[in-house]
């Protein structure tokens, strides 16, 4: 009686078992390893390959390889995870018809790893490892597949990358990028027209802008040339110069718009042409963007402070304009249950001073200059703040409001972070 019951225990566990991964594959999904084996049964899987070369391809490519695997042991396969290089990669695991999504294989089974490679990021040689993992035991619980191919190019920017530093909404700056067109990349195959012809299609009507000029663009039998470019952001102003040679072209940018906004500068322009692969060629654009009026750092980090050791930080705030004058600093303290009987001016010693011309810089430019030190004190009613025995201390957060007479800057605001503790 005893024995029957374990019967129909270890046949209702393994139905289970059997019921949950008919579910979770109907979603296409991988589910976390569950061992489906009894003692002495050991899954074994074995590729055809576990590497592959795609070659020559043209950046802007899509490329995939269907790596075959086989279930060569005497337990049940389970692919629990599979995971890729990069966002370059994107990975699924077929049965072996190539079409159904699956992760549990039997004693003998078959499927497939495939893998897609998009080559739009990289140029020259790649070597991108895929990592499967396994319920083969402790001692190789993971596969890695790999894909390499050499990346080539029909166009290329010189720079690649486009740093502007920092950039004054008042002060123009001018940049020059050449592009040297190489050649057309060799012709997809008649099996591969159909879908890069969509792709191509659905890369072009991205924007309004591309869409007016669609026609060229996708115009692969023309001579091989760059139709316009684009940027998008609307500070950044780009204009496509007459074509100097077959082989190159040049693209003046401009960055003088005064509606810049503050801060780190990430843009893209994208130069659509009529290349096979690569017909938006993106240069990326990074820099900041300061204004007239710029801060020395953007926050403040006083570290731990306790009785016997406050924490200054001091911040310069510098304009081209020589009247102007930082007119006072608010605290927006984070109040914490710890510090909530405590007022701002018992943990925060604020000055501002004016710096003469002399100590504020040795350029010869006519600015103004303001320092602004901020004194992190551990308060003198220490028995209010509620720091209990052990802890790593308070944290003390929020941030400094420095207002100005600037109209375009009447508030800076600075974050800030620092730690209370009684012991030193």
Request: include cysteine; proline fraction near 5%; charged fraction near 25%.
């Amino acid at each position: 009686m005893c024995f029957s019951k374990r019967v129909r225990f270890f046949l209702t566990r393994i139905f289970c078992v059997f019921i949950f991964y008919q579910v979770s594959f109907s979603a296409n999904a991988i589910e976390p390893m569950i061992d489906l084996n009894l003692q002495g049964q050991v899954p074994r899987v074995e590729f055809d390959s576990t590497r592959f070369d795609f070659g020559e391809i043209y950046r802007g490519q899509k490329v995939s390889h269907m790596y075959r695997f086989q279930n060569t042991g005497n337990g049940t396969l389970v692919f629990s995870s599979i995971h890729a290089a990069c966002g370059c990669i994107n990975t699924k695991i077929y049965s072996k018809d190539g079409s159904t999504i699956k992760n549990v294989f039997k004693s003998g089974e078959s499927g497939y790893v495939h893998v897609e490679f998009n080559s739009r990021d990289f140029s020259g040689n790649i070597v991108k490892p895929i990592t499967l993992e396994t319920n083969m035991g402790s001692s190789s619980p993971t596969v890695t597949l790999t894909v390499t191919a050499t990346v080539l190019q029909e166009l290329t920017a010189a720079p690649t990358l486009l740093y502007v530093g920092k950039i004054q909404s008042d002060i123009p700056k001018s940049f020059l990028l050449n592009m040297n067109l190489i050649s057309r990349g060799k012709p997809y195959t008649a099996k591969e027209e159909i879908n890069y012809i969509d792709t191509a299609k659905s890369d072009v009507e991205a924007t309004s802008f591309s869409s007016q000029i669609k026609e060229n663009i996708l115009a692969d039998n023309e001579p091989f040339k760059i139709i316009a470019v684009e940027s998008s952001v609307p500070f950044i102003r780009v204009k496509l110069l007459s074509q100097t040679s077959a082989h190159s072209a040049q693209i003046s940018v401009q960055i003088d718009d005064k509606s810049i906004p503050i801060g780190p500068i990430s843009a893209k322009i994208k130069v659509w042409n009529n290349s096979l692969y690569y017909k938006d060629y993106e240069i990326p654009v990074i820099g900041e963007s300061v204004g007239h009026v710029q801060v020395s750092a953007k926050y403040v980090e006083f570290g731990v402070v306790n009785e016997l050791r406050p924490s200054e930080r001091v911040i310069t705030f510098k304009s081209l304009d020589k009247n102007f004058t930082v007119t006072g600093v608010k605290v927006e303290l984070k109040k914490l249950p710890e510090l909530k009987s405590l007022k701002d001016s018992e943990l925060f010693e604020i000055k501002k001073d004016k710096l003469s011309p002399t100590n504020a810089a040795n350029d010869g430019s006519n600015h103004s200059s303001f320092v602004v030190s901020f004194k992190l004190l551990y308060p003198k009613k220490r028995d209010e703040i509620k720091e209990s025995d052990g802890s790593p201390g308070v944290n003390v957060s929020g941030f400094f409001v420095v207002k100005t007479n600037d109209p375009d800057y009447k508030e800076i605001t600075v974050p800030f972070f620092g730690v209370l503790r009684k012991e030193p």
